[in-house]
């Protein structure tokens, strides 16, 4: 049997170029397994530091009780549960001013716009997501504070909504660039297709479009969910960083990150304070894990049901 | 003989992608119930004629059209609802695009836009489309699987039956036969001619002998430009006028 002149160009080949190869092919695989690395020594770390506390906890008092006094001098109680309300709600109210607006700009952008105004408009939602956390902060405790305490029925500025609404400002440019990445993922065919059977745009978009493009625009809705989630600085500036329950719109309350960037500093390390804070650490882990978990489901979920 | 009033008539049509002019003043007319043939080596115009007759044209963003294309006598580019103009010229592609949905919502998709709501009259038109499209045997017990699950010959007929689903009064198909085998091939052809006693048929072929066995006329496109029009006998005759349509169709060139 002669040979294919590609079987003699492969063993033609110098051993260098082979070398060379295996070495690439070595390379990009330690990049991939390397987010697993990190993604585990991440939470071995907050684990190691948080672990000598969890034993003595008292897990129905920590999550169930709203009484957070880590330094009190005759009775220590660690009472996370208006934290955790805190973090949800703003979290919750955020991404129901964030969600529709962040998925109402990627469908704009990504179907109803075109040439100049298009591009014009990426850059803005760009520079936008560039927008440092901490100037967020001032935007809350300067402009959005002063505005709350004029136009709403509220006694402090400082508070849940300030608060949500910066997050959701914070979290749109990321669910508008990674949505509008898994509009332009759908094919052309389909939107011609939709067309030349006499489909306005907005149907095309509602009827074809979103299912088509639904596991990526449920990944830019979770982006930003995390985004807003594991926002620190901001929230500490605008939630009025008040430990209690939220009765309305408009209370002052605290989250699990702003608690951790507040109290860290202040505490001496491997004191129960110190400990205490790795364990909300590992807390904001697992709900993001939830979070994702819930969304894998959702995702499946889909999947079956149309397939 | 008194001529029916013509449902398609095109005059002067010319058509330009940036600078490159790819329709060099096309004139001609298509009757009511007609089966209208237009064959022509590739990179001829076929598909852009076709694109032209249901304004799909407009979607490739540099392209100029000048000329008139009529259909029922009102001109295309004074229409005021393209989408209603969509659904009187049902088009089918040469590669099937299967929406990303159930094959029933596939059927159902033009009905519902136009904004038919009433389940069973769906049902009655996804059944009688698909059994217009020879598909229906094979998918009735898997109407709601997706579409792009079926093979390349089910899912280009069930784009067949998306064209019919929202009763075209012409139909176009460019290149249908492209993904399927020849006996679904013939079954969709005697669908065809089922079909013409209610709609007009346009049909870009590659297979000349799909045109001579269906199309009552035939039309030659040679670069973008028409070469013979006659009826279907003639341009397979002997004698057609032009020299290179009797070398086209006996496959000396192509």
Redesign the interface.
């Given at each position: 049997m002669s040979e294919t002149p590609l079987e003699t160009l492969r063993r033609h080949r110098p051993r260098w170029d082979r070398v060379g190869e295996r070495a690439v092919e070595g390379l990009i695989r330690l990049c991939g397994y390397s987010a697993i690395l990190f993604v585990l020594g991440i939470f071995l770390f907050v684990f190691r530091e948080g672990a000598p506390l969890l034993p003595k906890l008292d897990w129905g008092r920590v999550l169930l009780s709203p009484e957070w006094y880590p330094t009190s001098r005759m009775h220590v109680r660690y009472g996370v549960a208006a934290m955790i309300a805190g973090t949800l709600s703003v979290t919750a109210l955020a991404m129901v001013l964030a969600v529709p607006f962040g998925l109402g700009a990627a469908i704009f952008v990504s179907e109803f716009c075109t040439g100049r105004v298009k591009e014009t408009l990426k850059i803005v939602i760009e520079l936008l997501a560039a927008i440092p956390s901490i100037v967020w902060g001032f935007i809350g405790l300067s402009v959005t504070n002063r505005l709350i305490q004029t136009y709403l029925p509220a006694p402090v500025g400082l508070n849940l909504f300030n608060a949500a609404c910066l997050l959701a400002l914070m979290s749109v440019p990321i669910i508008v660039s990674i949505g509008e990445d898994a509009l332009k993922a759908v094919p052309d065919?389909?939107?011609?297709?939709?067309?030349?059977?006499?489909?306005?745009r907005w149907?095309t978009v509602y009827?074809?479009l979103l299912?088509?493009a639904r596991h990526g625009l449920l990944a830019a809705v979770l982006l930003g969910v995390g985004r807003a989630i594991g926002e620190t600085m901001a929230v500490l500036m605008a939630t009025g960083h008040a430990n209690q329950f939220p009765r309305s719109l408009f209370d002052p309350i605290r989250t699990l990150t702003a608690t951790i960037a507040a109290e860290l500093g202040e505490t001496a390390v491997g004191s129960d304070h110190y400990r205490m804070l790795f364990v909300i650490g590992l807390m904001l882990f697992t709900i993001t894990f939830i979070v994702n978990l819930l969304a894998d489901l959702a995702v499946r979920g889909v999947r079956n049901k149309?397939? | 003989m008194v001529n029916p009033p013509a449902k398609i008539a095109v005059e002067n049509l010319r058509v330009s992608y940036g600078h490159r002019e790819v329709l060099h003043g096309l004139s001609f007319t298509v009757a009511p119930n007609e089966i209208f043939a237009i064959i022509g080596p590739a990179q001829s115009g076929k598909t852009t004629l076709l694109r032209c007759l249901?304004r799909?044209l407009e979607?490739t963003p540099h392209a100029r059209l000048s000329g008139i294309v009529r259909v029922d006598g009102e001109a295309l580019a004074h229409v005021a609802d393209v989408?209603?103009?969509?659904?009187k010229v049902g088009?089918v592609?040469p590669l099937p695009?299967g929406?990303?949905?159930?094959i029933y919502d596939n059927v159902a998709?033009?009905p519902?836009?136009?904004g038919v709501r009433d389940r069973a009259e769906l049902d009655a038109r996804v059944e009688r489309c698909l059994r217009q499209a020879a598909l229906w045997d094979e998918v009735k017990d898997r109407l709601h699987?997706?579409g792009t699950r079926l093979s390349g010959g089910q899912q280009q007929r069930l784009?067949i039956a998306?064209?019919l689903?929202?009763d075209p009064e012409i139909l176009c198909l460019d290149e249908f036969s492209i993904a399927i085998d020849p006996v679904t091939t013939m079954r969709i052809e005697e669908v065809l001619r089922e079909l013409r006693r209610r709609m007009t048929i346009v049909l870009v072929t590659n297979l000349v002998q799909q045109a001579r066995r269906l199309a009552d006329r035939t039309m030659f496109l040679w670069n973008g430009e028409l070469v013979e029009l006659d009826r279907t006998e003639v341009i397979f005759g002997d004698q057609p006028r032009d020299r290179r349509t009797y070398e086209y169709t006996r496959g000396f060139f192509g």
């Open positions: 065919s389909y939107r011609e297709a939709a067309l030349a059977l006499g489909a306005t149907q009827r074809v299912p088509a149309t397939g | 249901n799909t979607f989408h209603a103009l969509r659904r088009m592609a695009v929406l990303p949905m159930t998709f033009a519902r836009c136009a699987t997706l784009t998306r064209a689903s929202h």
